[in-house]
């Protein structure tokens, strides 16, 4: 017995020298085709292999480096819309700070998701503080020295891990493993975009070595010799020799002496070489499309590439269809294994990839703040520029003819005073006698309505804002299986959230307030339900207010309570 754990004490310990991602003596690696799987082409083709590969390394940095760049902070929504950060969250300190010793956040995110774009699976351990459970430290582990097995009984994941500091393999438990993975077929890890090309990828190894072989030999495909009079075979491999040192590397263009009667004739390179050499371009822009990248990101020529006028809306597209899905996938990932609850939540910033041109943000910013939902503090800190002092840039400003639905509906003229209108020069109403106003007074039964029925057109808008927000917080209150205290809260919330956004009389908010109550009893019911495990009756409930209540609340608002 003793014999038997020397041998394995021993392999343990060899293979912790070895480094990289050498798997354990008993993995079924070494039982399988040595040094990856073969393709088509006959290369053998693995994660380190396949970094040989220009493309694959600079597809690889490209991700990597995009989603390290993105700052990740831990948020909380505010009861009246919105979200802040909470900063002492120790997951936040995590993300955002120190997720170790010896990391940055930019090198521990640019290593893990190296590791999900070349073997599919990244796994760091979480260090947590006994006394207190809090998450101290993640630590990055090498995806080829964890395996993943499922517990029968309770389906719950466990990982083992083949430790090369200490020689030792050793179970994790999945509360312990922050685990990214990329899509795949089976639960428990993610697919290798590397096993999955194996025949892309093979090719293009392919090719690369005969191109290399063939720049060994000066670009030169070979020669035919004839004649020479060689007295026997061994004259003739020394000629043969000596004349391929003459001719090739350093010694191209040199001059040689032969026998008499040697003919030596060049073989040109023949079409299905050329052909063979040119393809490494189409091999390069496959290997883009497997990766998710856009060629000119890595330098790829695709066909059309990106100049100054089209580069901005390239940018945008990176950022929606390969930045976006893997920011989603740190999100998701961060929730499930590091934030217990839904109070608090992980997201990432990609504002500054999509910030635009100078003077396109400009344009913007201008119009945010002549329309109010922006202040000048609010551009200057989206510039990284420090407020306005004394508070001058915080005020938000609109336009003077601006008014509330209600008091349009009133016929109340708004002069340039304010919003509220200013005295005019026969009372203190701010009313007029001219020609404009009598007929606005005087307009038909007919007119009015359509008048009214625009206004709710306009109304539809804020009140889909309004219900928009209501969906959302059910749906949280659905996922916490809220009781009756929680769903009374947020439904005050949501009546003074709707009296925020329109200028009701107090029929109207009374009308308001019945309506809310009555949904947030009916909310409770539903939730209340024990043969509905997962809130499935109020899913279908909510989906019907999101797709009913916004006309209803425009007509409200508008129309006024009946």
């Known amino acids: 017995m003793k014999l038997i754990s020397g041998i394995f004490e021993g392999a343990l310990k060899l293979r912790a020298d070895m480094g990289g991602g050498a798997p354990a003596p008993w993995d079924n690696f070494w039982y399988g085709p040595a040094g990856g799987h073969a393709s088509a082409a006959g290369m053998r083709v693995t994660a380190d292999t396949s970094k040989r590969l220009g493309t694959v390394i600079a597809c690889v940095s490209a991700k990597s480096r995009q989603l390290a760049s993105l700052p990740f902070k831990v948020y909380k929504d505010n009861p009246r819309g919105g979200k802040r950060v909470i900063d002492n969250h120790p997951v936040h300190r995590l993300i955002y700070f120190k997720p170790n010793r010896w990391q940055t956040p930019f090198e521990f995110k640019q290593m893990m998701q190296g590791h999900v774009e070349l073997r599919g699976n990244a796994y760091a351990e979480i260090i947590i503080d006994d006394r207190t459970g809090i998450p101290l430290e993640l630590v990055p582990l090498h995806p080829d020295r964890v395996k993943v097995e499922v517990i029968k009984s309770s389906g719950d994941l466990r990982y083992v891990y083949n430790d090369p500091l200490t020689g030792t393999t050793r179970v994790i438990l999945q509360e ?8 795949s077929d089976v639960m428990a890890v993610g697919q290798s975009r590397i096993s999955m090309a194996l025949d892309v990828l093979g090719v293009a190894l392919a090719r690369q070595d005969y191109i290399g072989r063939f720049l060994k030999n000066d670009s030169r495909s070979g020669f035919i010799i004839t004649g020479g009079n060689f007295r026997n075979k061994g004259e003739e491999d020394d000629f043969i020799e000596s004349f391929q040192r003459s001719t090739t590397g350093s010694n191209r263009g040199r001059a040689i002496y032969g026998p008499n009667g040697l003919d030596v004739k060049s073989i040109g390179v023949t079409p299905v070489d050329a052909q063979l050499i040119e393809g490494h371009k189409a091999s390069q822009v496959e290997i883009c499309t497997i990766f998710n990248v856009l060629p000119h990101l890595v330098g790829v020529d695709a066909g059309k590439a990106a100049t100054y006028a089209s580069v901005e809306q390239f940018n945008i597209m990176n950022a929606v269809q390969s930045v976006l899905p893997m920011a989603i996938m740190w999100e998701q990932a961060i929730q499930r294994c590091l934030i217990s609850g839904f109070r608090y939540y992980a997201k990432a910033s990609l504002a500054s990839l999509l910030r635009g041109d100078t003077a396109s943000r400009f344009a ?3 119009v945010a703040i002549g329309d109010g939902w922006m202040s000048q503090d609010d551009v200057r800190e989206a510039e990284d520029m420090n407020p306005i002092p004394n508070g001058v840039g915080a005020n938000y400003w609109r336009p003077v003819n601006w008014a509330p639905l209600k ?3 009133n016929g109340t003229t708004v002069k340039s005073g304010g919003p509220g209108g200013s005295p005019g020069k026969d009372g203190k109403d701010g009313s007029s006698d001219n020609d404009d106003d009598q007929a606005d007074e005087t307009g038909g039964g007919g007119d009015n309505s359509a008048h009214l029925e625009r206004l709710k ?17 059910v749906q949280r209150l659905i996922q916490q299986k809220a009781g009756a205290w929680e769903i009374s809260e947020f439904y005050a919330e949501q009546v003074r959230f709707i009296n925020t956004v329109f200028t009701l009389d107090a029929a109207q908010q009374l009308a308001v307030k ?3 109550d009555d949904r947030a009893q009916h909310l409770t019911m539903l939730l209340g339900d024990e043969d509905d495990e997962f809130g499935a009756g109020a899913q279908v409930w909510i989906e019907n207010v999101a797709a009913t209540e916004p006309i209803k609340l425009a007509a409200l608002a508008v129309e006024g309570a009946k």
């Open 407 to 409: 008091q349009l509906t």
């Open 514 to 516: 019945m309506a809310c």
């Open 457 to 473: 057109l306009l109304a539809v808008d804020s009140a889909a804002r309004c219900v928009r927000r209501e969906v959302s917080g």
């Open 364 to 366: 913007a910013y201008h």
């Open 176 to 183: 312990e493993m922050f685990h990214l993975r990329d899509w």
